[in-house]
Each structure stands twice: as C-alpha cells, then as structure tokens.
C-alpha cells in the first residue's frame, strides 16, 4: 500500500485482512449454505481486500431466530443486575480492544481513525448507560379499587430482536440496539449493511467474551432482500429495531404492522440550524461545519442545512467556508486528515448528482463539490466538502437528505420565517439554533418540529438522552435513553387479593 503515512493501522490491515468469516450463530461460527461469500474492501484504498463474510439465505436467518427464540427462554429470566453485569464487562471490552476495532471500522466505512475511536468509545458509553437501566426496570405500583386489593404493572421482555443498521455508524449503531435489548431481557439476530459487516464479527467475538450465552445474540450477514426481508418477517421475531432510509423504514412498517410487531425506526434527516444572533461568529462556523461535516457528511443528525438572518449571512458564510478549507480530506489513517472518503463510489456518485441539481436550481456552489483524483484519491470515494448559498426552502437540495458533505445556506428576512423554514421539510430529526436571546431559543424548542433540539451547539447527541426523530425521520420510542424500555418491553398489569 502506497501513502503519505505509513500507520499502525496499515501494517495491522496487512496481517489481520482478508479473512473469511462465517455467520455467528447460537454462540458458533457457521457458513451459509448458499455456499457463497461476499468480500469488502478498504473504502480508503479500494484494492485492498480485507475481509469476506457469508452470502446468507433465509434458511441461516431461520437458524439464527431459532436459536435467539430457544436462548430468550433462559436469559429473560436472568436477574437484571446480573445481565448488567455482563453488559459491564462487555463495555470494558469495547475500550480495551478500541485500537483494533477502530482500524477496521476505518477499513470498512472510510472515516478518518479519530472519528472510528470516538464511535467505539461512545458505543461503550451507551451500553453502560443501558447496563445500569437492566437494573431500573420500573413499573408501578397503584391502589386498588376494593379493600384488600393492589395493582401492580410490570415490564417484560418483547423476545426476539431484529436488529438491521446502516453503513454509517457500523459500531454505534449495532450497539446502541443490542445493549438495551440485552440489558431488558430480549435476544437478537443482528444483520449489519452489506457494506461494513467487518466490525460487527468483533463485536460477536467480545459478547462472548464479556459472557453473553450462546443464542443471546447473533449475526446473519447478507443483503436486504435475502437477509433482512426474511427476518422482518419472521413471525417469533417480536421488534424491529431498524436504522436507514425512511422508504426502507416505511416498507418495514408495513410488514411488521401485519402481524403486530413493534418496530423501533430511526431514519433519514434535512436537519436546519437556524442563526439568529451569537458573539462569536467563529466559533458558530466551527460548530456547524463539525457537525456538517463529520462522517463526511453521512450522518442521520448532519446538519445539512444553514437558515440565516439576511444581515448575518455574508459573515457567516465567510466563516463557514474558512473552517471548511480546513478540513484536509484524506485516507482514514492519515495523520491530520478530518474527513475520509464517501462510503463507496456509488454513494459519491450519488452526492455527485445533488452537486449538479444544485447548480440547475440556481444554488451558488461556492466552495468544493469537486471529486478529488490523482495519488491516494484515485483509491477511494473522495470529494472536496462543498457549500452552497442562494439556496432557497423549496430547492431539491435544500428538502432532500443528500447524506454526503454539502451544506446549504438559506437566507431570510426575519425570525418568523426562520421558524418556517425550518420547518418545512418532511423530515424531523436533529436541528440547532444559534442565538443570544433566551425567549428565541425556548420558542425555536417548542415550535421546531424535530426529536432533538440543540441551542448554540452542533447536532451532537448524549449517550444517555432518548435519540430519535418525528415526521418522517423516525417512530416508535426513542433509542439510547431510558426511553428504549417502550420498545424493548411490554406491561403486564397485575391484580393482587389477599
Ligand atoms: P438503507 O438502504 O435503508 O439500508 C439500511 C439497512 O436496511 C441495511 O442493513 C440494508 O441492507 C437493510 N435492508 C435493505 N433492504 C432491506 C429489506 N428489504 N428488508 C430489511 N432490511 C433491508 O439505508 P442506508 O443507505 O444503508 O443508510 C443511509 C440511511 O440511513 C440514510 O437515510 C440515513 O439518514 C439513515 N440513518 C438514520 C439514522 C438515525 O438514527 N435516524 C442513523 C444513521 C443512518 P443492505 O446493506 O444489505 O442493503
Ligand atoms: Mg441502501
């Protein structure tokens, strides 16, 4: 491998890549019997093979819900503090072992080492937070209507989780389903993205090692339609716990709502941050761009799009693209590079396209947009990080989840439409404003139609605060949080006589 900085990760991808690995199933490692693999390559230099993983059929998604149906009998009824326990350990292992998981979470998705290791140190936060809920599983205790009589409610595990996640947050995102699904009681049968399901073999690998029974927890890796279809649709799994695109999200919907699955849907995201007044126009553009641009832009939470106070927009757009030209695009194992590849070509080509739309709609590209070409870019997915102004709310660029580094500014008369514009999208995950004043910023909290709302910071979330969106960005309970109880368990409500 030919680079500007020869790394530790590179020499570990060199011994540790281009293994076979099977399916993790009831505590084994099995292959599929379509007899077929599926190989991923470094999305930072896309000759290198790193690994190949099992084309799965619904006969090995069948095995897999079987054995999480056979393992919920007894780990349902282990003590909650005692699956804390194991969760404990299992975090422990997350940290311990981040210098390797980060390398090939780099390898598989493209972002730059520094983003891999904050993920799985996140990832570990999360799951302590759910490893301390297994043991607050509350419910309530009411009087009864007749003398003699109390009434309780209680919370039981749902049972088999389907657990499907993206390719953009491949450790987090798993992880962020699993811990609370064990931490309530429920096991998993767990597909990740066809893109990066190298991570996701680890962290099997550490769920045992941490002592998670065999069956508990599974891995079936495959595409959608021969992997995830079925397990949808699998009638002993009881919830789906799904991470993508809100068409994907709906198709579920439609699939779970037949048999009366829960489904748990985080999905896409147009998220605004709306400036209205600040100190330091500085430290704005550096909040907005690290949250713009970080994954290269292919966060659910990005924002993607800037709505402006006419009389602040020349200062703040000169602000943002000085902190976007500071962003050195690189391999994810470059020393100083901020931003990787796009996830693959097909992904770039994509973003690519909404380049173009932008610039036929009349949008000014002021800043980047290019493909990057010629030495180590010639290996992957690599485009300038771009930024678009003249942008107005009803430009396909400014309504769209682009899902890639490009950041609109729109433009408005008055705090009014501000709000309006913010607004006016289909989607509702993730949004901030900026301002001085404290009535705006209660105001903006109330009428923002979003899941998350962030005052004077970036769209960055909280291991522990309940993460999810409305419209057309989410449903069903809000993951991380204590929140995940809705989704992971089911009342009972009990009547005592005596
Ligand atoms: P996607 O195309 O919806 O795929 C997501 C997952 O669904 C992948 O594992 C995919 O498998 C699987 N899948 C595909 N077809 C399926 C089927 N018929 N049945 C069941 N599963 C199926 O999304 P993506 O392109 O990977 O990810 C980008 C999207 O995710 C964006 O819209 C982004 O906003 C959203 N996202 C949301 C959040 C959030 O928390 N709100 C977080 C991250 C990403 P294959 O990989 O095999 O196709
Ligand atoms: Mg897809």
Redesign the pocket.
Known sequence: MTSTTTSSMVEWLEKNGAKTYGNFINGEWVTSASGETISIYNASYKDQLIASFQDSTEEDVNNAVNAAHNAFKSWSKIPGPDRAFILFKFADLLEKNVDELSYMLSAEQGKVLAESKGEILRAAKEVRFCAGEASRVEGQTLPGERPNVWNSTVRKPIGVIAA??????PVV?PVRKIAPALAYGCTVVY?????TPWTSVRLMELFAEAGVPAGVVNLVV????R???P??KHPLVKGIS????????I??NELAAKRLAKTQL????KNPAVVLSYDDVENVAKQITGAAFACSG????AISRVVVLKEREQELIEALVSEIKKIKVGPSWEDGAAMGPLVNQEHLETVQEYIRIGQSEGAKLLYGGDILSGGEYEKGAYMVPAIFTDVTASMRIAKE?I?GPVLTVISVENKDEAFRVANDVDYG?ASAIFTKDLSEAYKFADQIEAGMVHVNHGTASAAHLP???TKQ??FGAF?IGGSNADFFTELKAVYFQY
Do not use: H, Y
């Not at 597909?191 to 893109?195: C, E, I």
């Not at 495959?222 to 339609?225: A, L, P, T, V, Y």
């Not at 799904?242 to 999200?249: E, H, K, L, V």
């Not at 985080?266 to 995201?269: N, Q």
């Open positions: 499907i996640a993206p390719w953009n947050f995102t597909k990740p993205a066809s893109d495959g595409s959608g339609s992997v995830g279809n397990l949808v799904f991470t993508g695109s809100t068409n994907m999200g198709q579920i985080e999905l896409g995201g292919q966060r659910c939470t989840e899902f995950l993460f999810g969106g960005s989410g993951s």
